[in-house]
C-alpha cells in the first residue's frame, strides 16, 4: 500500500501519529513532530503509527517521553521551514528561551533524555542535552566534576593518575 | 550518570567542550581521558597562553636580553642562550618564538629563531639587509613561520638631491616590495603588499628639511 504523499491529512487537519512508551503508554502527536526523530521519521513515511497501531518505543518510559514531544512539538514549526532561515529574531529568542528552561531538570531525567534524544536520533535536541552537560562541566576543577556528575570518591590509584594529568595540562584550570 | 551513557554519547558530548575544559577533563577519569586522546579532541595549541617567563632589554647598557621567570609547574623555558654562537638580544617575539640578533663582527648581523620552549630547531636567518625584522607565527595555522624585513627608507637618510624621476612618487609604493624569509623554504624572497590606505605622502614632501 502506497504511503500518503503529505503529512497533512484530508480536511486541513494535521496527520497525526500515536507513540506508545515502554510502560503502555500511547501519546497522540502531530506526524511533522514525530518526525523530528530520523529514527521514527522512517516508519512514518512508511504511513506506520496511523489509526490504532501506534509506534511502540520499547526504550522510552513515559515521563521521558512526554518531555521529549515537549521538544518537538516545539520545534517542529521551525524545522519544517528547514531550520528556519527567514525566522524573525523574536521567535528564535523565543525558542532559546524554552531551551534554556527546558533544560533546567534534575540529573535524574537529563540522562533519560540524553539516552532518548540518542536512541530517537532527535538531532537539536542532542546538541541541545549535550551542550548543557558541557555547561555543567564548564570552569570546575576534575574534583569538581567527578562531584558534580555524581562519579564516586576517587581510589588512590585513581588519584594519582588524576594528579599525573594535571601536572601536564592542568595549568589551563585557573 | 555519565559513567552510564554509551561511550559514543559521551563522546559527542566532550567533542562540545571547550580546550580549557578538556584538558580538565582528561584529568577526570581514564575512560574520558581515553576518549579525548582516541578521538584526537584536545587541540593544545587553542589552550590559553601560559607566560612561563619574559625577556627584558635593558637598552641603555648593551647587554644580552635577561630572562626572568616565576616558580611554575607549567613547561620549563629557559632564557638560556648560549649554545647559541655569540651574546644575543631579543628583537621581536611571536607566539612563544623568538627572533635574536647576535653581536657578532663578521659578518656584522647574525640573526635567529629559536623556540625557548624546545632549544631545539633554531634557524640560522642568514645574510639580512638593513632594516627592522619582524616575527609572524600562529601555531593554529602552521609549524612555519616568516620572518619580514621592512627595509628603513634610504630617501629620508640621504640628503642629496632626489632623482627627478621619483620626486613625485607616492611613499610608500604600492604595491611595496618586501623581502620575507619562509622557515618552510628556508630562504628569503621578494613579496608585494599592497597599501590598504592613502599613501603617506610623495618623496619629495616627506624628506627632511
Redesign the interface.
Known sequence: MAAPESGDGNNGAARMVTLISSDNTRFEVEAAAASLSQTLQLTILDGGGGGGDGIPLPNVDSATLSKVLEYCIKHAPAAANGGAPNATAVDRAELERFDNEFVNID??V??SL??AA?NLEIEGL??LV??K??DM??????ME??RT???PD?TPE?QA??NA?????????E | MTDLLPRDVLTDILRRVAPCGLAISRCVCKPWCNIIDTHRLLHVDLLPHLIGGIFINFHDLCLSSEFFSRPSTGPIVSGNFNYLPHASVVRDHCNGLLLLHCYAYEPATLYYVVNPTTQEDDVDLGMVDVGNLYLAFDPTLSSHFEVLLIPKASASRHRTELDPRVKGMEWPSSPYMLHVFSSRAKQWKERPFVRGDEAAGTLTNLRPG
Request: no cysteine; hydrophobic share 40%; proline share 5%.
Open positions: 540529573q535524574s537529563l540522562y540524553i539516552m540518542h542532542q546538541s549535550a551542550k552537560v558541557a562541566i564548564k570552569g570546575k576543577s576534575p566534576i567527578r556528575l555524581g562519579f576517587p585513581e593518575e588524576m594529568h594535571m601536572l601536564e595540562y592542568g595549568w589551563a584550570y
